[in-house]
């Protein structure tokens, strides 16, 4: 049976290149419906990574309260963000003071602005710098790491000390081959001495992390005294046990901060960074299943073009299937010669599609500032359906291949 099967490989090597611009164009058609597979799962697998990943890096036992609440629209058709009032920095100091569940730390910050112009010496920076005003334990909560010098302390905080740390992008703008600790920054007329560096973060739809600079909050309001900031609340618990109860507990000390009755509903949101990821996944779950709809639709096709392309090679090989019956070949024979044939261009399409596939998300993924990452389950599941395609595109042609009566194939011309 190995020597069979060996010997119909070599035969249908041997068709292929002998049609080799057809079986170039097959091959094509089989890449294009396994590229768009592997192409979308791609995409949508550097997404989910990087997203993951964001959220992921506060932990899953961090929560963040914030002004926005999530409701579900009537019907349960979808969810949106309802705006609250603002979280004003008088509630959130209360919130700070009030709040005393055990094994908790709590985070207090605000983005002062996202259009900020950095200087040092003569050199200076593009309008787009964010600035965050931070209390030290802002680092920890957001999960972020210092590849570089130090994080505030307490003194730094409750002193208004005109300290800061940069992203991880001013090494490769303002500080190019330049140590920057120790150095000075300018930002609207005030100096900031660096004493820390943010590892690096990427990007997130095109939005970098590593463009911002945190400094003590106090000094960040007396800098920028727009009216309605939001100041932000994260919260870490030390044990992931306490994380329910820790949150109940922020709620009921909002909901005092915020003069709330018992009648009356929540005016502040609470996101879990573990809810976060959950419905991250949720979302590229939907994306998945999008993206096998549009694979499949296309390998539908894809199909379809492989069966004709191989009847029309069975019937150029008339007279050659003719001769082999002649010489002692059965049906079963044939047929397993051609679908041999068949089972190997689809293989070579798959493999063409997953490489062309894996570049374009690739290119895709990086265009985006994705996390790339190789799709492993998309690329089996590629080479599945390959040879699921090739199994049902050859066998029409290989069942009439074997049917065909040697003396009229003899006499086909």
């Known amino acids: 049976m190995f020597k069979l099967f060996r ?52 932990g899953s036992n961090t929560f963040n309260i914030n002004q926005y609440t999530q409701v579900t629209r009537r019907g349960g058709s979808n969810e949106i963000w309802k705006p609250n009032p ?11 003071s009030r709040y ?50 130090r994080n505030f302390n307490t003194f730094d905080i409750s002193n208004n000390t005109r300290f800061c740390i940069l992203g991880s992008d001013f090494l490769k703008g303002l500080f190019k081959d330049i ?16 004493i820390g560096v943010l590892k690096e973060e990427g990007s ?45 507990h922020a709620v009921v000390t909002m909901r005092q901060v915020r003069k709330l009755s018992p009648v009356e509903e929540d005016n502040f949101g609470i996101e879990r960074s573990d809810d976060l990821i959950k419905r991250i996944q949720d979302i590229t779950g939907y994306l998945d299943i999008a993206a096998v709809v549009i694979s499949v639709i296309t ?38 010669q051609f679908f041999i044939e068949t089972l190997l261009i ?30 492993w389950m998309a690329i089996i599941w590629a080479f599945i359906v390959s040879f699921i395609v090739a199994v049902v595109s050859g066998s029409y042609p290989a069942i009439k291949a074997s049917n065909l009566d040697p003396i009229e194939a003899l006499r086909y011309e």
């Open 7 to 58: 010997e119909n490989v070599k035969i249908a090597r041997g068709a292929i290149r002998s049609q080799i611009l057809r079986t170039t164009l097959t091959v094509l058609i089989m890449a294009i419906g396994i590229m768009a597979l592997v192409g979308i799962l791609t995409v949508v697998a550097a997404l989910e990574n990087t997203l993951t990943g964001n959220f992921a890096s506060m």
């Open 86 to 96: 603002t979280i004003d920095y008088t509630q959130a100091r209360a919130f700070v």
């Open 100 to 149: 005393d569940y055990p094994s908790t730390t709590t985070s207090l910050s605000f983005t002062a602005t996202t259009k900020a112009e950095v200087r040092s010496g003569s050199a200076k920076t593009d309008p787009e710098i964010s600035v965050v005003g931070a209390d030290e334990n802002f680092l920890s909560n957001a999960g972020l790491e210092l590849t570089q010098g």
């Open 179 to 194: 140590p920057p600790l120790g150095k000075e920054i300018a930002i609207r007329g005030t100096k900031f001495k660096v």
């Open 204 to 248: 997130t739809f095109g939005n970098s992390q590593d463009l911002r600079v945190i400094i003590p909050i106090q000094v960040a309001r007396s800098m920028y005294t727009e009216p309605n900031i939001n100041f932000d609340l994260s919260v870490k618990v030390g044990d992931n046990k306490l994380l329910n109860a820790a949150v109940d």
């Open 299 to 336: 390998i539908f096709g894809s199909s379809i073009a492989l069966m004709n392309i191989m009847i029309v090679s069975v019937t150029e090989r008339t007279r050659e299937i003719g001769v082999r019956k002649a010489l002692g070949a059965n049906k079963r024979t044939v047929a397993f």
């Open 346 to 375: 689809g293989q070579i399409g798959g493999l063409v599609g997953v490489i062309i596939g894996l570049l374009i998300g690739w290119g895709i993924s990086a265009a985006l500032s994705f996390s790339f990452v190789i799709p």
